[in-house]
């Protein structure tokens, strides 16, 4: 359900804070804007499917316990007419942009994981859908909301961890590994605007997609054992600003 802040149309308090998270209705995307939300940030979640992204925004109002507005825009990342729509709802929604959470990305669809696949069994939809969402979506979501963003703020890539190389998920593999190279020359692109840029690897994360396609490794125990939230940081990315 898509509602307007409205906030060009009244006195906008000067502390106050806004949010945009890709990827936002499951998973990570999730509890990141749980985790925006109380602290007191206006969001902006977006993601494919319009009925799952409605329930996420209600989830997010009730753990949080925020009483903020939540804008929600359902959008097909792949489809550049839509990422046209979408930043132009949140010109129109806000004036102001203090965080951008790219989360969104592609390693399976609604049946099987693009895992253990050697790369020319992929399909070209499959490549080119995983490239979208994971690297260009988030290259023209970031052109197109830097003027809002002010000194201060922030750009997030979420990126994997691939511990055992790229063999059998290149496409996956080489759209984060593109993001991560994204983010370190966006630290050095907006370094004297302010705007601070991170990358962040979560590694084995025990989320819904995560329990339906890698059964084999055993439990939640494996995974929150294995989750070790890496930040990039020196000596990896010496030029990357942080948080």
Same mark, same amino acid.
């Given at each position: 359900m898509y509602h307007r802040f409205c906030l060009?149309?009244?006195?906008?308090k000067s502390n106050t804070k806004f949010a945009l998270i890709t990827g936002a209705s499951s998973d990570i995307g999730k509890s990141i804007a749980i985790t925006l939300a109380q602290n007191g940030y206006n969001l902006i979640l977006t993601s494919k499917t319009t009925g799952e992204l409605t329930q996420a925004a209600g989830e997010v109002s009730r753990v949080s316990g925020s009483s903020e507005p939540i804008l929600t825009i359902p959008t097909d990342l792949t489809n550049l007419k839509e990422i046209q729509? =979408?930043? @132009?709802?949140?010109? $129109?929604?806000?004036?102001?942009?203090?965080?951008?959470?790219?989360?969104?990305?592609?390693?399976?669809?609604?049946?099987?994981?693009?895992?253990?696949?050697?790369?020319?069994?992929?399909?070209?939809?499959?490549?080119l859908t995983t490239m979208a969402v994971g690297l260009t979506a988030p290259m023209l979501l970031i052109h197109a909301l830097i003027p809002l963003m002010p000194p201060?703020?922030?750009?997030?890539?979420?990126?994997?961890?691939?511990?055992?190389?790229a063999k059998g998920w290149l496409p996956y593999y080489?759209?984060?590994?593109?993001?991560?190279d994204l983010t370190i020359?966006?630290?050095?692109? =907006?370094? @004297?605007?302010?705007? $601070?840029?991170?990358?962040i690897s979560p590694s084995d994360t025990y989320t819904a997609s995560y329990s339906k396609f890698f059964r084999s490794l055993p439990t939640q125990a494996h995974a929150l054992y294995q989750n070790k939230w890496r930040t990039w940081q020196k000596p990896y990315f010496p030029k990357m600003r942080m948080l």
């Open positions: 060009k149309k009244r006195h906008m729509k =979408l930043t @132009d709802q949140v010109k $129109l929604a806000t004036p102001r942009l203090d965080v951008l959470v790219n989360v969104a990305g592609v390693y399976h669809d609604g049946s099987k994981a693009f895992y253990k696949i050697d790369y020319d069994k992929y399909s070209t939809s499959q490549v201060g703020s922030r750009i997030m890539n979420i990126s994997g961890t691939f511990e055992g190389g080489v759209s984060k590994k593109a993001l991560e020359g966006l630290s050095q692109e =907006l370094k @004297d605007k302010g705007i $601070l840029v991170n990358c």
